[in-house]
């Protein structure tokens, strides 16, 4: 896992929310290794407070304000949300459940990065939910792909092909849609905001 995450975010060109990443899963690679408790809100708290020790001006970074706030949505709050849902509907059915799990997943994330999105770009989306619906185990299955096709192009080249062009088919799947609810006119609702 920490090879993994190093390669990753060497990858990625160590930006801060990558780095808010890869510590966070370090810190629970840790705990797991010495056996120790750990919640999802003190992981992610303790990597934040480290990356901020040893770079105070990392608070200022957007993306980085984005990681953490997004992330203490989907690991804290989405999982209460998502007991709410079905302890409300009785969903019992498993297709639902992920359906629901999703919606709270990215209505958490929405919700936690609300204050920060408004206050840098003076909108709300509206479409947001509906977007990560339709894309997100799309994103999963483009990543697997791609990362099976890096490690096939190690050992032979021409193997990787198949891998790489059906990531390429699934990545113009997520853009088209991103692209085409992003463009209608109801998609955004702007937010007057003072400086």
Same mark, same amino acid.
């Given at each position: 896992?920490?090879?993994?995450?190093?390669? &990753? +975010?060497?990858? *990625?060109?160590?930006?801060?929310?990558?780095?808010?990443?890869?510590?966070?899963?370090?810190? &629970?690679?840790? /705990?797991? @290794?010495?056996?120790?408790?750990?919640?999802?809100?003190?992981?992610?708290?303790?990597? %934040?407070?480290? #990356?901020?020790?040893? =770079?105070?001006?990392?608070?200022?970074?957007?993306?980085?304000?984005?990681?953490?706030? /997004?992330? !203490?949505?989907? @690991?804290?709050?989405?999982?209460?949300? =998502?007991? +709410?849902?079905?302890?409300?509907?009785?969903?019992?059915?498993?297709?639902?459940?992920?359906?629901?799990? +999703?919606?709270?997943?990215? @209505? *958490?994330?929405?919700?936690?990065?609300?204050?920060?999105?408004?206050?840098?770009?003076?909108?709300?989306?509206?479409?947001? %939910?509906?977007?990560?619906?339709?894309?997100? !185990? $799309?994103?999963?299955? +483009?990543? %697997?792909?791609?990362?099976?096709?890096?490690? #096939?192009?190690?050992? !032979?080249?021409?193997?990787?092909?198949?891998?790489?062009? $059906?990531?390429? %088919?699934?990545?113009?799947?997520?853009? /088209?849609?991103?692209?085409? @609810?992003?463009? &209608?006119?109801?998609?955004?609702?702007?937010?007057?905001?003072? !400086?």
């Amino acid at each position: 896992i920490f090879l993994t995450v190093g390669f &990753m +975010a060497a990858v *990625c060109g160590f930006t801060p929310s990558i780095t808010r990443a890869g510590v966070t899963y370090i810190f &629970m690679g840790i /705990s797991y @290794l010495l056996n120790r408790p750990n919640t999802p809100s003190n992981t992610l708290g303790t990597a %934040v407070t480290l #990356i901020l020790i040893f =770079s105070p001006m990392t608070v200022f970074n957007l993306a980085f304000q984005l990681s953490a706030l /997004s992330t !203490y949505g989907v @690991l804290v709050l989405s999982p209460a949300l =998502s007991g +709410a849902f079905k302890r409300y509907f009785k969903i019992k059915f498993r297709f639902i459940s992920y359906i629901t799990d +999703a919606i709270s997943v990215t @209505l *958490c994330a929405m919700v936690t990065t609300l204050p920060v999105t408004i206050y840098r770009f003076g909108y709300i989306s509206v479409v947001g %939910v509906l977007t990560n619906l339709l894309i997100s !185990y $799309a994103v999963t299955v +483009a990543l %697997v792909c791609a990362v099976i096709a890096l490690i #096939i192009s190690l050992i !032979y080249g021409t193997f990787s092909k198949p891998f790489l062009l $059906a990531s390429g %088919v699934v990545a113009k799947y997520i853009n /088209s849609n991103i692209w085409l @609810l992003g463009k &209608m006119p109801f998609a955004t609702v702007d937010i007057p905001t003072n !400086y």
